[in-house]
């Protein structure tokens, strides 16, 4: 599977109109495309950022709804937006069945490492990290997303509550450290979200 991410700043001001639109419409448009697996949309109302993520049953699906749904992303964040960026990733471990509930928490690590590590640290996402995630209270699924070619990707964490997110917060950094203490790794962005929706078709 494959999973196309994009992260939108603009005006705070201006956050809620967006995603009132992408509530409305997101889900349906991606759900008619062949392929979908599923959607995630999460936001930062308080500086001004969107996060979201489409899941893809291979790349060609997730690289033929980008062209058919570009220009109606573009009209849905045109008032908000002011950078937007998107990049395809190779699901390399996950949770199945992550559903939560909107207002639920979402944290979001960046990273970048040697691409030839990339199925080392996917292992230890699997046999290290996850379990450790799962003896933390209210953790609801997690995955490990990456590009092959470059090495950079994504740890997406959901909890089930923004106080189940704010309270992991210690719990997750020693898993974190622990899940990548033998391989090359550099975090370039931590960040929190609140949920506003989550679709998964797994």
């Keep these: ?12 001001g201006k956050i809620d109109q967006a995603l009132d639109g992408l509530l409305v419409e997101a889900v349906k448009l991606l759900s008619d495309q062949p392929g979908y697996r599923g959607y ?10 969107i996060a979201m993520g489409s899941w893809w049953e291979t790349l060609e699906d997730s690289q033929s709804s980008n062209e058919h749904l570009q220009q109606r992303r573009g009209e849905l964040l045109a008032p908000f937006a002011s950078s937007l960026s998107m990049m395809t990733l190779e699901v390399l ?3 199945p069945n992550m559903q939560v509930e909107a207002g639920a928490g979402f944290r979001l690590g960046r990273f970048q490492m040697p ?47 923004h106080e189940a997110l704010v309270a992991s917060r210690s719990a997750q950094s020693a898993a974190r450290a622990k899940a990548t203490s033998n391989v090359p790794f550099n975090v370039i962005a931590l960040e929190e979200f609140e949920v506003v929706i989550v679709d998964r078709r797994d």
């Excluded at 599977?1 to 705070?12: A, F, I, L, Q, S």
């Excluded at 003896?135 to 740890?155: N, Y």
């Design 115 to 161: 691409p030839d590590h990339l199925d080392r640290m996917a292992e230890q996402f699997r046999t290290a990290g996850l379990p450790a995630f799962e003896a933390t209270p209210g953790f609801v699924g997690g995955s490990l997303l990456a590009d092959r070619r470059t090495g950079m990707g994504s740890v997406g964490t959901l909890w089930s509550t």
């Design 40 to 49: 995630g949309l999460f936001a930062d109302r308080e500086i001004g950022k």
């Design 93 to 95: 471990a996950f949770t």
């Design 1 to 12: 599977m494959y999973v196309r991410t994009t992260y939108v700043t603009g005006d705070p």
